[in-house]
């Protein structure tokens, strides 16, 4: 079988592969992601494996730096499979993968290259000698499926999460999509320094969450109310709307008001806008109950009998054991 690569194909043709093979709608392995790397300061590379002009595997990969002029590879949610051929042609076309990753290594100075595939085995990752390191993205989620009516959605709610949507309503809570991201900003980042207070959470550095609203597809939404004069913002989500898939990736909340339930509303609320838009499946983006409780049990209270899909975890393919044994002892003392 000859392989090739392509670090040209179309972000078109490349957006249409990823939307095809990714069991998480693949946001993370788009050509919009790849440029919003960019915009954040990184070096990546858009690497595409043929057979006979046809795609195999495709990945984003972005350089991080490290002291001393070093880096890692990170590919986010991929690399991304074709789902069509036979599980021995995705191990051939991922080994001749990473064999290239290995080449453009050598000339960052990059060590290891980590993954965290959205895939639900891990024989790939194993047979091709890669290590299991926990997660990056995160390993569980909760994910709707949006092809049920809002009735049926509402019916399989926990009895407290429909009553606090209803208490939301009763206040008068309603969404709003911000038309200008950037000028609403500065509402979203004052909500989400007092969330990352309270919750003791670290958030992304503020000009990082500016850039992400600048991708296709991602949308800044507040929770309102016609209640207050103000017209203040009491939640407010950063959601991606993806081909047949939408996206609670960041959500920030004010405690002074949080008898008004207005994040529920506002989950509520971006649901029925999803089945709207055509989406089918609705990602809350990580569910873990030891790691995030609080979270955890409000985002499973809107499908409570819903199974969590997990993914294999991340993994690192070690290019240079010496320097990566001294990367990960570093780590263990930061």
Not at 76 to 95: C, F, H, I, N, Q
Request: net charge positive.
């Amino acid at each position: 079988m000859n392989f090739n690569l392509n670090q040209n194909l179309t972000p078109e043709k490349w957006d249409l592969f990823v939307a095809a093979n990714s069991l998480d709608g693949g946001f993370l392995q788009s050509a919009g992601w790849g440029d919003f790397q960019v915009a954040s300061g990184r070096t990546n590379y858009r690497l595409a494996v043929e057979v006979d002009g046809e795609v195999m595997v495709v990945a984003l990969i972005v350089k991080h730096r490290l002291p001393y002029g070093f880096s890692y590879l990170y590919c986010p949610r991929g690399p991304v499979l074709d789902k069509s051929v036979t599980s021995e042609l995705r191990s051939d076309a991922l080994r001749f993968l990473f064999a290239e990753i290995k080449k453009i290594s050598q000339s960052e100075k990059a060590f290891f290259l980590r993954i965290d595939p959205a895939w639900a085995e891990s024989q790939h990752l194993v047979s091709n000698k890669l290590r299991l390191i926990g997660e990056v993205q995160p390993q569980q989620t909760l994910i709707l499926d949006l092809n049920l009516s809002e009735a049926d959605l509402l019916k399989n709610m926990k009895s407290k999460t429909r009553y606090n949507i209803k208490v939301g309503e009763r206040h008068g809570i309603f969404a709003q999509v911000s038309q200008n991201p950037q000028a609403d900003f500065a509402e979203f980042w004052e909500l989400m320094e007092k969330t990352a207070a309270r919750d003791r959470i670290k958030t992304h550095r503020h000009d990082y969450y500016l850039k992400m609203l600048k991708v296709p597809g991602v949308r800044l939404v507040f929770a309102r109310s016609d209640n207050l004069a103000s017209g203040k913002a009491l939640a407010a989500n950063i959601m991606v709307f993806w081909g047949q898939w939408c996206v609670y990736l960041h959500g920030a909340s004010d405690y002074e008001f949080r008898d008004k339930m207005a994040p529920y509303t506002l989950q509520w609320e971006m649901i029925k806008l999803a089945k709207q838009q055509g989406c089918q499946f609705y990602d809350f983006w990580g569910a873990n109950e030891a790691r995030w409780p609080g979270v955890t049990r409000f985002k499973i209270g809107f499908a409570p009998e819903t199974r969590l899909i997990k993914y294999v975890g991340a993994y690192d393919l070690v290019f240079n054991k010496i320097l990566y044994s001294g990367y990960r002892l570093m780590k263990r003392f930061l």
